[in-house]
C-alpha cells in the first residue's frame, strides 16, 4: 500500500526567511505532484515531477526529487504572507487518476 | 474554458437519503477521479475513471456508486447517505498522455449529512 507522509503538518514562517518542507512516500512512484489549497479553496496544480533529480521553480518555491529516498523538498526563499496555505504533494503510479495524497503540510507566514 | 465543474456546491442531506453529485469536464480528458477531504486526512480516492464506460474502486469506495457514460461527465451517488459521508468532495480529470500531465480539480462540493 502506498503511502506519502508530510512533515511538518504545520509550519509558522517568518517573513523573508527560507524554508524546506518534505515529502515521504513508500513506494516505487512514476511521478510527484505539488499542490497548493487556500481556506475554503480547490487545489491548484504547482509542481508535476517526473524523473530522479528533476527540480522545478516557480517564484520562490523550488521543489525537487529524489526517487531513490522517495523524497520530495519543497524550498521556500524568503517567505511572504502571499504563501500561507496549505501544500499537499501527491504520487501517482503512472495513471494519474489514481494519486495518494500526502495530509497536507499548512504554512503560515507571520511579518 | 470552463475546466471541471462540480454541482451543487453545498448540500444538506438527512440520513438515508440518496443523492447524486455532479461533475462535468469539457477538456475532454480521459481520467476522472472522485475524492473525498476530510480536516487532517488529505485527500482519500473514492472511485476512479480512465474512460468512458470504465470504472474501479478507489481506497474509500464504500456507500458510492459511480458510471461514465461519457467522457465529459463523471457522477459519484450516495445511495443512502450517512454521517461519515460528511465531507467536502473534489472531483478531477487528467489527460491520458504521458510527460507532464496533472490532475484539474473542480471547485468541490460541501455536503453535511445530519
Known amino acids: 500500500e502506498l503511502k506519502v507522509e508530510q512533515n511538518p503538518l504545520f509550519l509558522s514562517m517568518q517573513e523573508e526567511k527560507n524554508y524546506t518542507i518534505y515529502c515521504n512516500y513508500s513506494?516505487?512512484?512514476?511521478?510527484l505532484y505539488w499542490y497548493r489549497q487556500d481556506p475554503g479553496k480547490s487545489l491548484e496544480s504547482l509542481f508535476v515531477l517526473l524523473s530522479n533529480g528533476a527540480v522545478k521553480q516557480e517564484g520562490r518555491l523550488m521543489a525537487s526529487l529524489d526517487t531513490k529516498a522517495r523524497l520530495s523538498t519543497l524550498h521556500i526563499t524568503a517567505a511572504v504572507h502571499d504563501l500561507s496555505a496549505t501544500y499537499f504533494c501527491?504520487?501517482?503510479?503512472?495513471?494519474?487518476?489514481?494519486?495518494?495524497f500526502g495530509k497536507g503540510i499548512t504554512l503560515s507566514v507571520r511579518p | 474554458n470552463a475546466g471541471v465543474t462540480q454541482t451543487p456546491k453545498f448540500q444538506v442531506l438527512k440520513t438515508g437519503q440518496s443523492m447524486t453529485l455532479q461533475c462535468a469536464q469539457d477538456m475532454n480528458h480521459e481520467y476522472m477521479s472522485w475524492y473525498r477531504q476530510d480536516p487532517g486526512m488529505g485527500l482519500r480516492l473514492i472511485h476512479y475513471?480512465?474512460?468512458?464506460?470504465?470504472?474501479d474502486q478507489g481506497e474509500v469506495p464504500n456507500g458510492y456508486n459511480v458510471s461514465r457514460s461519457t467522457t465529459e461527465d463523471f457522477p459519484l451517488r450516495l445511495l443512502s447517505a450517512a454521517p461519515s459521508q460528511t465531507s467536502v468532495y473534489f472531483c478531477?480529470?487528467?489527460?491520458?498522455?504521458?510527460?507532464?500531465?496533472?490532475?484539474?480539480f473542480g471547485q468541490g462540493t460541501r455536503l453535511t449529512v445530519v
Open positions: 478531477a480529470s487528467s489527460s491520458a498522455g504521458g510527460g507532464n500531465t496533472e490532475a484539474f
Open positions: 513506494t516505487t512512484s512514476d511521478r
Open positions: 475513471s480512465v474512460g468512458a464506460g470504465i470504472t
Open positions: 501527491a504520487v501517482g503510479p503512472g495513471a494519474n487518476s489514481k494519486l495518494t
